[in-house]
Nanobody, 123 residues
Framework: QVQLVESGGGLVQVGGSLRLSCVASGWTLSNYALGWFRQAPGMEREFVASILANTDFKYLVDSLKGRFAISRDNAKSTVYLQMNNLRPEDTAVYYC????????????????WGQGTQVTVSS
């Protein structure tokens, strides 16, 4: 069974940090990209970052560069999203998702989703 399980969300103060984890199971990481999305209340889901399993290719939206970073540990079938200097506008449910590797920059091609983890940044 293909499954993605996120964890690591929580309540943090402005300027704080969190590291989200996404554990993949039910398939081999190769041939797929894993990505992070977020959805704030009343807003559309937003593509945050993605990473390939077998290369160093990563993608991160320009607006988050310098604060967020994506990484992976293939041995643990886990992808991480390190979030630093958090702001109230980062408050959202963060989702992990899977897409075929060739589409790692195309948010429309992510079609396997986790249940999400809530991140709340308080001021």
């Amino acid at each position: 069974q293909v499954q993605l399980v996120e964890s690591g969300g929580g309540l943090v103060q402005v300027g704080g940090s969190l590291r989200l984890s996404c554990v993949a199971s039910g398939w081999t990481l190769s041939n797929y990209a894993l990505g992070w999305f977020r959805q704030a209340p009343g807003m559309e889901r937003e593509f945050v970052a993605s990473i390939l399993a077998n290369t160093d290719f990563k993608y991160l939206v320009d607006s988050l560069k310098g604060r967020f970073a994506i990484s992976r540990d293939n041995a643990k079938s886990t992808v991480y999203l390190q979030m630093n200097n958090l702001r109230p506008e980062d408050t959202a449910v963060y989702y992990c998702a899977r897409a075929p590797s060739v589409y790692f920059k195309d948010p429309r091609k992510f079609n396997v989703w986790g249940q999400g983890t809530q991140v709340t940044v308080s001021s």
